[in-house]
């Protein structure tokens, strides 16, 4: 069995949500719960779950406080948050799962799916996400990509471009470097698009600091710094036009 701790202020969302796990996620066993931060930190050092499921907004602090109370997070935590824009940009950086009240039973099955992948320690990437959330008000430096043996915390400047294929995006690196992640190239441009990354074409999203040139001849495609081609869609020729009389 799974075993499991819930940190939640609301009793009555403990029930909830401890029912939801009997229905859709059987193999979890609820070990112990607390109603905020100072009694979930104590809970924690003293048992030893697989996840935590966390509510984020409590009477006694965040679930993010949590965070910096623990020196080590040997499981899986999964979020719960009622809308929450900022911490759940963080959570998409950092590849963290999360969920949102009311849970939805199906989004609760995707999680628990994924925790059960996964078996490489995640602290990098709770420290990105404390990161994220602490400087708030800097864009992110740093993108948290699953690979299939690991995680892989990357500088958002060190990448070049990113191309698609299906289900599948394949990040290319200022060094040379590749890597491939099992998640949509439209994930990406959501999260990067504020960081000078334009998508050109369906299955190509570049980093705009790393352009050469663009050809107009032949439908049009943009060289980048590393040499490589990148075609641009007869749709996106216009708008390409004008970010690069903008950049």
């Known amino acids: 069995m799974i075993k499991a701790i819930i940190i939640d ?24 719960e607390a109603g905020g931060v100072i009694e979930g930190a104590k809970l924690l050092r003293q048992l030893k779950p697989d996840i935590l499921f966390l509510d984020i907004q409590m009477q006694d602090g965040s679930g993010f406080d949590l965070l910096d109370v623990l020196a080590d997070i040997p499981f899986k935590i999964i979020f719960i948050t009622a809308s929450d824009a900022h911490a759940i940009k963080a959570f998409r950086y950092a590849a963290i799962d999360y969920l949102l ?8 099955v995707r999680a628990m799916d994924r925790f059960r992948q996964t078996q490489f320690n995640e602290n990098d990437k709770y ?3 404390n990161d994220s959330l602490k400087n708030h ?15 892989n915390i990357v500088h958002i400047a060190d990448i070049v471009k990113c191309e698609s294929s299906i289900n599948y995006t394949t990040f290319f690196f200022k060094d040379g470097k590749k890597l491939m992640v099992t998640r949509t190239l439209k994930d990406f441009e959501d999260l990067l ?14 980093n705009t600091k790393y352009i050469k040139e663009f050809v107009k001849t ?6 980048l710094q590393d040499g ?3 075609p641009v869609s ?3 020729r216009p708008e390409v036009i004008k970010m690069l009389e903008e950049l």
């Open 9 to 32: 202020d609301m009793e009555q969302a403990r029930v909830t949500f401890k029912k939801d796990l009997e229905a859709y996620a059987k193999d979890v066993e609820v070990i112990a």
């Open 101 to 108: 009240k009311p849970v939805d039973p199906d989004e609760l």
């Open 127 to 129: 420290k990105l996400l």
């Open 137 to 151: 008000h800097k864009p992110n430096e740093r993108l948290a990509l699953h690979s299939q043996d690991k995680i």
């Open 193 to 206: 698009s504020d960081q000078g990354f334009y998508r050109v074409h369906q299955s190509h999203l570049i």
């Open 218 to 223: 032949e439908g049009g495609h943009i060289i």
């Open 228 to 230: 490589s081609l990148v």
């Open 234 to 236: 007869t749709r996106k």
